[in-house]
């Protein structure tokens, strides 16, 4: 249970040179110092502050303005604290900026994870490049940073619960102390007579991943979150023409590889970008947006998916970019005056989800292409391409962006349903956040083709706020020329973060290729329940790359990215334990020690990166203890059963 902190108003600040620009100090002692500066930008200028005052002991405190706006903190139980603004006499004002600045001690803050921080070598911004800025939208990323010391533990979790409005986070260096900045950017067009704002300020000493669920399932809370149905076949291994097709593909594309697919145990065929489209997706004068099979290239979309349904028993997912329409389009003429119109600017691609002429027009075409072509789902794409501000003369029937791309959402998920009551609806990283997940089941990284590195990390980082949804990995894509072991990294990575998903032109991949990858989707199969259902969770000695753990009802599993670790702790007495090695081959023999396995005698059987077992060795666990020296292969699996 995550104790709650006490705020208390300690100082005033008088108004800044800005107009409008007011600001209070608030204390909050959390047994090591941590100060909070609460300030907020409005029109009219709000003027200097009085004296703040509790409301009621316990209860939440208040500053009010010579011109009569009021500020109200009040606790929304642990770590959340309600921000509201509102003006004496109801009249409606303008809000420009919510602005807290957070300061904690800088001493043992090493790292800082957020949504945005380049998964190149760590899913952590480290020192010295801790000083960063970032704004996100309810269609990009999560307003929350996580600073951590050198074991990954909480030091401080600074953000903003509310999902739908435009934030920006900033952290950096001040002196002795590490200085977080949240601002909430307000609709300068919006008058309002109240404006609100939860903010979240968590000190926990728990790991990162603890940390960053406890937020997401506090923000589930405040906008009342429930899961969507995940139909059961949504968990089978998935192929995806996305790399190396990119738009370049057709019905025979298609269908060859959908045949190969399934021999290797695949049930799910995403058709990817281009199945709609003659040009090129990039063109701005493309023919996207009509959702119909493209002319030439699928003369008879139905009958193809019904090939793919009937023939191969596949789920068949059908590519989106919702918002976007082409100029080339059939019926860009008749939704060109719904798009987005930058301030003085020109439109762009993207329909506007303010507009309900443009929502109709999106949730329709997209219902008709499940409808009539019998998908089973749709891959959501480019949703992070539009932006908070419109000023096209097209009625917006809600003022909020916010609330625009909710019904959106929300009218996609519907018609979806609808048309098939055993649809997904899936999107990607960056927009696979806490907003979308209220009318979504599936969540995926992001392009990472040819690095399971990448892949890894985001699933790790999208798994931490990502509960209620099914996660997965980007499709895995290799080169021609890589290395067996190298493949085995790259499945075994997918299969950890989800139903595997590969991608590439099956027709060029060699036989013995695809009976690798067979072995791994067979491996995943005869194990899916537990490595889809089981507490998933980054263990290790290196908390920026970490190793991955899976604890199911029979069998648990570890992943190993580096040698770095030497203990695995298995939380429940299970029987069975499943070791992938990912480690390099220069890193040799591994020497690790196992504990909370039932005691007893286990049979080691050593499988290759083909998934074919190699040879056996005895160990035993006593007193919940087992030692494992051994040089299993790389891109191989150690599986450890009790005899």
């Excluded at 909710?406 to 960056?430: D, M």
């Excluded at 196992?594 to 286990?602: F, K, P, R």
Aim: charged share 25%; aromatic share 10%.
């Amino acid at each position: 249970m995550r104790v709650p902190f006490c705020l208390t108003i300690a100082a005033i600040v008088t108004a800044a040179a800005t107009p409008g620009h007011t600001g209070a100090f608030v204390s909050v002692p959390t047994g090591a110092s941590l100060d909070v500066r609460m300030r907020l930008e409005c029109e009219p200028p709000a003027g200097d502050w009085t004296t703040p005052a509790a409301i009621r002991a316990g209860e939440g405190w208040q500053a009010v303005t010579e011109r009569g706006f009021r500020m109200t903190l009040t606790p929304q139980g642990a770590q959340a604290w309600r921000v509201n603004v509102s003006r004496d006499g109801g009249s409606a004002f303008r809000l420009l900026k919510i602005e807290a600045e957070v300061r904690a001690p800088l001493e043992g803050i090493t790292a800082v994870w957020d949504t945005q921080a380049p998964p190149a070598h760590s899913i952590f911004r480290r020192t010295p490049e801790i000083d960063f800025s970032i704004v996100t939208r309810p269609n990009l990323g999560i307003p929350l940073l996580v600073a951590v010391d050198h074991y990954g533990n909480n030091r401080l979790a600074a953000g903003w619960l509310d999902q739908g409005c435009v934030s920006e986070v900033a952290g950096r260096r001040d002196g002795l102390n590490y200085l977080v900045t949240l601002r909430v950017l307000g609709d300068a067009k919006l008058m309002k007579t109240e404006h609100a704002a939860h903010m979240y300020l968590d000190r926990e000493r728990s790991g990162w991943f603890d940390t960053v669920r406890a937020y997401a399932s506090r923000a589930g809370e405040l906008s009342g979150y429930k899961p969507n149905p995940i139909p059961d076949g949504a968990r089978k291994p998935l192929y995806s023409t996305r790399y190396p097709f990119s738009d370049a593909i057709d019905e025979k594309t298609v269908t060859q590889n959908a045949a190969l697919a399934a021999e290797m145990g695949v049930r799910q065929f995403v058709i990817d970008v281009g199945w709609s489209t003659t040009r090129s997706w990039a063109d701005k004068s493309g023919d996207y947006g009509d959702y119909t099979g493209a002319p030439g290239k699928f003369p008879n979309l139905r009958q193809t998916i019904d090939e793919l349904k009937k023939k191969h028993g596949m789920r068949v997912i059908l590519w989106a970019a919702p918002t976007w329409i082409g100029e080339g389009s059939r019926a860009f003429d008749k939704v060109r005056d719904y798009r987005v119109k930058w301030p003085g600017g020109d439109y762009d691609r993207n329909l506007c989800p303010r507009s309900p002429e443009a929502r109709e027009f999106i949730a329709g075409s997209l219902e008709r292409a499940i409808r009539d072509y019998g998908a089973d789902g749709l891959w959501m794409d480019f949703v992070d391409t539009f932006y908070d501000t419109c000023d096209a003369p097209h009625t917006h029937d809600v003022p909020e962006f916010h609330r625009g791309l909710e019904l959106l959402e929300a009218e996609i998920w519907k018609r979806a349903r609808r048309a098939n009551p055993e649809a997904t609806v899936e999107y990607r990283i960056p927009f696979a956040n806490i907003f979308t997940k209220q009318h979504a089941n599936v969540y995926e990284t992001t392009y990472s083709p040819d690095d399971f590195h990448a892949n890894r990390l985001l699933g790790v980082s999208l798994r931490a706020y990502s509960d209620g949804v099914l996660t997965k990995s980007d499709p895995v894509y290799w080169l021609g020329d890589a290395h067996h072991e190298q493949v085995g990294r790259h499945m075994m990575t997918s299969l950890f973060l989800g139903p595997p998903a590969i991608s590439g032109d099956l027709r060029r991949m060699s036989k013995e290729r695809r009976e690798q990858v067979a072995g791994w989707l067979k491996y995943y199969n005869d194990n899916r329940d537990d490595l889809t259902g089981g507490d998933f969770a980054p263990f290790g000695e290196s908390f920026h790359n970490p190793d991955l753990r899976i604890v199911g009802k029979k069998r648990a599993f570890v992943y190993l990215a580096t040698k770095q670790s030497r203990a695995i702790e298995i939380p429940k007495q299970l029987s069975e334990l499943h070791i992938h090695n990912s480690n390099p081959p220069e890193n040799g023999q591994l020497r690790l020690e196992v504990h909370g396995l039932a005691d007893g005698a286990y049979r080691g059987i050593y499988y290759n990166c083909f998934m074919k077992s190699d040879r056996q060795e005895d160990f035993e666990c006593r007193d919940g203890r087992m030692v494992v020296n051994t040089d299993m292969p790389t891109g191989g699996v150690l599986v450890l059963r009790k005899q």
